[in-house]
């Protein structure tokens, strides 16, 4: 609990209000609340909740998106291949976001690996590395 004079201010330290606690350290700086008047503090602080909340609801929209996005679900299909009943435009572009971010954080770690380089720890990681992106990439080209 952080007291800001006559102003009690609680956050919880879970990762979903630390990341909305970034998100709005432009928006609203909570230093400067202490210097207004009570009523200027309540509007500052209604206002803070209501784009907490609408950051919430569009975390968890995102979240559901990316639940529902066959791409990024095992494809439990005759032989592995692509359930193209399922599969939508709109599920193409979060698809390849996803597959560059995890083929980008699989070439750091490969970088990032501090034993001495060798076949299986840098060739054989790459050969393996980016999955993800060659699924969708592969429908998205019909190869």
């Not at 432009?26 to 009570?38: C, E, Q, S, Y």
């Not at 501090?114 to 054989?124: D, V």
């Not at 790459?126 to 190869?143: E, I, P, Q, R, T």
Request: glycine share 4%; proline share 5%; net charge positive.
């Amino acid at each position: 609990m952080k007291k800001y004079k006559n102003l009690k201010v609680e956050y919880k330290s879970t990762q979903l209000f630390s990341n909305l606690e970034q998100n709005l350290a432009g928006k609203m700086n909570l230093a400067r609340i202490k210097f207004l008047d009570l009523k200027s503090r309540r509007k500052c602080l209604y206002a803070l909740y209501a784009k907490c909340k609408t950051l919430v609801i569009r975390n968890l929209r995102m979240h559901l998106q990316h639940l529902q996005n066959p791409f990024l679900k095992e494809w439990n299909t005759p032989y592995g291949l692509p359930p193209f009943s399922e599969i939508q435009n709109k599920h193409y572009l979060p698809a390849l976001d996803e597959g560059i971010k995890q083929h980008s954080a699989e070439i750091q770690a490969i970088i990032d690996n501090p034993e001495e380089p060798t076949f299986e720890n840098t060739i054989e990681v790459f050969d393996h590395s980016g999955k993800l992106l060659a699924k969708v990439v592969g429908v998205l080209f019909d190869h």
